[in-house]
């Protein structure tokens, strides 16, 4: 695989997540929740820019679309489980910003 950078190989398994998240989604718009979700995540990692507070803020709303999707499939406990992910990336973030 010479001369193909690791950037294009990333953006090429993106949108095959988005081409099979499409064939396979059976819930409507509520459907590209994880989609989204992942894209989200995998930019936020891959920036080299970002810095730890960036990455923590996606997670955060990576974690709310989990969320949104998994209450609109019922499953509760994974709502509640990345609502606690959410919260305890709030508590992480503000206690950054008081250390720094």
Do not use: H
Not at 25 to 30: E, F
Not at 70 to 83: A, R, T
């Amino acid at each position: 695989m010479r001369g193909i950078s690791s950037r294009w190989i990333t953006y090429g398994l993106i949108l095959f997540s988005v081409i099979f998240g499409t064939i396979v989604n059976r819930n409507g718009y509520l459907g590209y929740l994880p989609i989204l979700a992942n894209i989200i995540q995998t930019l936020a990692v891959l920036n080299e820019k970002a810095g730890v507070r960036r990455v923590k803020i996606s997670f955060g709303i990576a974690c709310l679309l989990w969320t949104a999707f998994n209450w609109s499939i019922k499953s509760y406990v994974g709502s509640f489980f990345n609502l606690f992910n959410v919260i305890s990336y709030l508590f992480n973030g503000i206690r950054d910003s008081k250390n720094n």
